[in-house]
């Protein structure tokens, strides 16, 4: 099983949409979890972190199942501005010795109008 | 203004050379990260960094080699024994790597083309 695994893509959705992305993760002990946005040929930037109790941010609303090892991203009323690749990143300590972020391969959405 | 830079935007070398790409920060982060990514492809994790004077290989660490001699900086350089070095090359820098929700902030990133 890959360490962090996302919905393949693309997924095309018209302008107002809601779409759902899904990501699971291998490692139990893992702590930090994240959504990454990136741009074509640019950097990826922070969305939003994810926590047990689940957050919203406008729009966007992050979900985590640690029993299930997953974590969500929803976007509501999606905008032709959403169109990204989305990351899923999870931050595997081992022990507090070592850790590093593990960036899933990505999910690319277009909104379309 | 604090972040992460990342020198130079493009860069091109000829086969057989090395090559030190520049990443550095004023964030005050502890821990600072490299990253490979290929077009359509995920970000690939070379070394990291979790203090000064200590780094550890990632998933594709050959033909790479780093330094951490201060905390602002994490210099990446790509060697002749790297056999297929044109990519996206991304820095990253996170406050404690061990910690807790370790967001991480990225550098604009520098394309290595090999010609």
């Known amino acids: 099983r890959k360490e962090v695994e996302q919905d393949p893509g693309p997924f095309n959705v018209p302008e107002g949409a809601t779409v759902a992305f899904n990501c699971t993760y291998s490692?139990?002990?893992?702590?930090?979890f994240f959504w990454y946005r990136q741009d074509c040929r640019k950097e990826p930037k922070l969305l939003m972190s994810?926590?047990?109790s689940g957050n919203e941010d406008g729009r966007f609303t992050a979900q985590l199942n640690r029993a299930s090892q997953y974590i969500s991203l929803l976007i509501r009323d999606s905008k032709l501005s959403d169109s990204a690749t989305y990351l899923c990143v999870v931050n595997m300590n081992y022990g507090g010795s070592q850790g590093n972020l593990i960036f899933g391969k990505g999910t690319k959405l277009s909104v379309k109008p | 203004d604090g972040g992460i830079t990342q020198s130079p935007k493009y860069l091109f070398r000829k086969e057989g050379q090395n090559v030190t790409l520049s990443c550095e920060q004023n964030l005050n982060h502890d821990a600072m990260y490299w990253y490979r990514q290929d077009p359509g492809q995920g970000l690939r994790l070379i070394y990291y960094s979790q203090i000064v004077n200590d780094f550890q290989k990632g998933d594709i660490a050959e033909g790479y080699s780093v330094s951490r001699e201060k905390k602002e900086s994490f210099p990446l350089t790509v060697t002749s024994a790297q056999k297929n070095p044109t990519a996206f090359y991304l820095c990253a820098s996170s406050i404690d790597g061990r910690g807790l929700r370790t967001e991480a902030f990225f550098g604009q990133g520098t394309r290595l083309t090999v010609v």
């Open positions: 490692n139990s002990a893992s702590q930090s």
């Open positions: 994810v926590y047990s």
